[in-house]
C-alpha cells in the first residue's frame, strides 16, 4: 500500500514538472526565458519546452499592432498661444527581446516620448500653422518618434493628432477676425463689381460716342456730297444760260431773272418775322417768266 502510494506520488511530481517544463504560447505571442534571472531564449507561437526549476517564463510580448492614447496636454505655440493638444500612436513590437530589456514601462515610455515631442514640434509652428498642417505635424512626430524607439525594437507606423483646441478666448478673438476677413472679402467683391460695371458703362459710352461720330461724318459726306452735285448742275444750268444769253436768246434772259425773282420770294416766305406776303401786281409776268423757262428747257432737251 505504501509502495503504491510512493509510486502514485512520484507519477503525479513527474506530471507536475512535465508541465512546467511544457510552454504553449499563443499565436501572435512571443515569451522570454530567463535562466536564473539571465535571458536565454525566446519562445515562439506553439509548444515549447523549458527546463523545470531552472528556467522561467521572463516577459509575455503581443506582436500585434496596438494603439495607445496620449493624453490632452497644453502647448504654447512660436506667436504665445496656449491650444489643447491630444492623440493616438499606433506602433508593433518587431524585437520582443529588446521590448522586453531595453525599456522599463514600454506603453508609458512611448507616451511620455510623445508628449515631449508634441510640445517642441508644435512649440516651434504659429497657431494658424497648427490648425491648417496637421498632416505635416503627424509626419514630422512620426520620423522623431519612430527613430527615438527604434533602440527598443519598437516601430512606431502612425501617429494621429485628435485635436487641437485653442483656449475660448483666443477662439472669440479667431471668430471675430475670422468675420472681419469676410466682410472685407465681401467688400472688394463688392467694390470690383462696382469697378468693372463702370468700366463696361464707359467702354460702351466709348463705342456709342464713335459710332454717332462714324454717323455724322457719313451724314456730312451725303450731305456734302448731295450740295456738291447740285453746285454742279447749277453751274451746268448757269453756263447753258449764259452760252444762251450771249448768243441773244430772250429767254435765256427771262429764266434767269425769274429764277431770281422766286429765289427772293422764297427768302421771303421763310423769314421768321413774316406773317404776311404780298404777292406783286406783276405776278403775270412771272408766269410769263416761267413760260420762257419751259421753252428753253425744251430747246436745250432738243439739243
Known amino acids: ?27 501572435s505571442e512571443e515569451w522570454t526565458v530567463e535562466r536564473f534571472g539571465k535571458f536565454t531564449g525566446l519562445l515562439r507561437p506553439g509548444l515549447n519546452l523549458i527546463i523545470p526549476f531552472v528556467d522561467r517564463i521572463g516577459s509575455k510580448i503581443s506582436v500585434r499592432e496596438r494603439v495607445i492614447d496620449v493624453p490632452p496636454q497644453d502647448v504654447i505655440t512660436k506667436d504665445n498661444a496656449m491650444v489643447r493638444v491630444d492623440g493616438v500612436v499606433f506602433f508593433q513590437i518587431l524585437d520582443s527581446v529588446k521590448a522586453a530589456y531595453e525599456v522599463a514601462g ?8 510623445t508628449m515631449t515631442n508634441v510640445r517642441t514640434v508644435m512649440g516651434e509652428m504659429v497657431l494658424d500653422g497648427l490648425l491648417s498642417n496637421r498632416e505635416k505635424i503627424n509626419s514630422t512626430l512620426l520620423n522623431v518618434i519612430d527613430e527615438a524607439t527604434n533602440p527598443w525594437g519598437v516601430k512606431v507606423t502612425r501617429i494621429e493628432i485628435k485635436d487641437i483646441t485653442p483656449a475660448s478666448d483666443l477662439v472669440e478673438s479667431m471668430a471675430r477676425h475670422m468675420k472681419a476677413e ?3 472679402r465681401a467688400t472688394i467683391l463688392e467694390a470690383q463689381g462696382v469697378r468693372e460695371a463702370a468700366i463696361l458703362e464707359a467702354e460702351g459710352e466709348r463705342q456709342a460716342t464713335i459710332l454717332r461720330a462714324e454717323a455724322d461724318k457719313e451724314a456730312e459726306f451725303r450731305k456734302a456730297e448731295g450740295r456738291e452735285r447740285a453746285a454742279e448742275a447749277e453751274a451746268k444750268a ?3 444760260v449764259s ?3 450771249a448768243k441773244g436768246d430772250i429767254q435765256a434772259i427771262n429764266y434767269f431773272v425769274a429764277q431770281k425773282y422766286v429765289d427772293s ?3 421771303m416766305a421763310s423769314a421768321d418775322n413774316s406773317k404776311v406776303i404780298f404777292m406783286p401786281l406783276e405776278s403775270s409776268s412771272i408766269i410769263g417768266a416761267l413760260g420762257g423757262v419751259a421753252e428753253l428747257t425744251k430747246e436745250a432737251f432738243k439739243k
Not at 108 to 113: E, H, P, Y
Open 1 to 27: 500500500m505504501e509502495f503504491s502510494t510512493f509510486v502514485l506520488a512520484i507519477v503525479v511530481l513527474a506530471a507536475v514538472i512535465i508541465s512546467m517544463g511544457v510552454k504553449s504560447v499563443p499565436q
Open 238 to 240: 448757269t453756263q447753258m
Open 106 to 113: 514600454l506603453e508609458n515610455a512611448i507616451i511620455n516620448l
Open 182 to 184: 469676410r466682410e472685407k
Open 243 to 245: 452760252e444762251a444769253i
Open 265 to 267: 420770294l422764297k427768302d
